[in-house]
């Protein structure tokens, strides 16, 4: 199985284009290399066959830099073959604009999802004409992709709707992670971007995997808050748990022996970001990385 982790931000990127916040001056002063782009996967267990776990609005730019999703040398092809969505939101969801012109995709989602990108986000009429979906609603068992190969499993985590769909009354869950499995080799992973919970589902699909990317988004509760002078909510009822704190994913990851562990999806508030900050340092000596934009993990 290999994974390349194409984004690390939450939404806006790292700088956000219209903040000058310590985290975003820091980033622009460093320049291109301590940038990130907004959060996306791609995975794969065969050679020309690649699924995304969400389509960020930073698309085009993460396909261009990772060589093995370019097209063979003189077609028009591309090895892509799918995009799961984690949810509804626009950063999870807005780089499929980009994609409609390629050839024909297969796109799961929650069905709670699937209805709110024919209501109040209605994606799929937008994509419609141009012939390049083929949506699928994911539900509890597993989807067997690749030949097979690849089987997929959908872990709910909460019903966090996007502000979009804030008067939706469809039944969640909005918000899933994935467990991806390689059925040739026994090797596996989970991806889980958006935690505004840790439900007990979440646990069991931990079982046996080499590999977990995992929401950390904030380092502390009030990280918002204190950015913004008092006026920010708190992590928890933005839908992401923190990384600090004695309830934090932090505590929960440090006993995992045998998993490497990965938070993407990083605020520009959050200092887990700058490699010089002392959260960054306090993840010394664990099973915990901040990987950068295009880290590969292959094993």
Known sequence: MKLRILGTAAG????????????????????????????????SVSPDAWYLVNA????????????????PDGTRHTPLRGVLLTDGELDHTAGLLALREGAALDLYAPPAVLAALDGPFPLRTLLAPYGSARWHAVGSGP?????GRLRVTAVPISDKRPRYASGSGAPGPWVVAYRFDD???????????????????LDDALAGVGCLILDGTF??????????GGRGSGA???GHLPVDGPDGTLVRLLGRDGIRCFYTHLNNTNPLADRASP????????PVEVPSDGTEIEW
Not at 13 to 39: D, F, Y
Not at 143 to 147: E, I, V, Y
Not at 279 to 286: D, K, N, Q, V
């Open 183 to 201: 059925t040739a080799t026994g090797t596996a992973a989970v991806y889980a971007p958006s935690l505004a919970r840790w439900p007990d589902a």
């Open 56 to 71: 960020s609005p930073d698309i085009r730019a993460q396909i261009l830099a990772a060589p093995g999703l370019a097209p």
């Open 12 to 43: 806006g990127g790292l700088p956000q284009w219209n903040c000058a916040c310590p985290g975003c001056s820091r980033a622009r002063a460093a320049g291109p290399r301590a940038w990130r782009t907004q959060e996306c996967l791609a995975v």
């Open 236 to 238: 928890r009822a933005m």
């Open 143 to 147: 989807l067997l992709l690749d030949g």
């Open 279 to 286: 959260e960054r340092g306090a993840l010394a000596g664990t």
């Open 219 to 228: 380092w502390s509760e009030d990280e918002m808050a204190r950015a913004t």
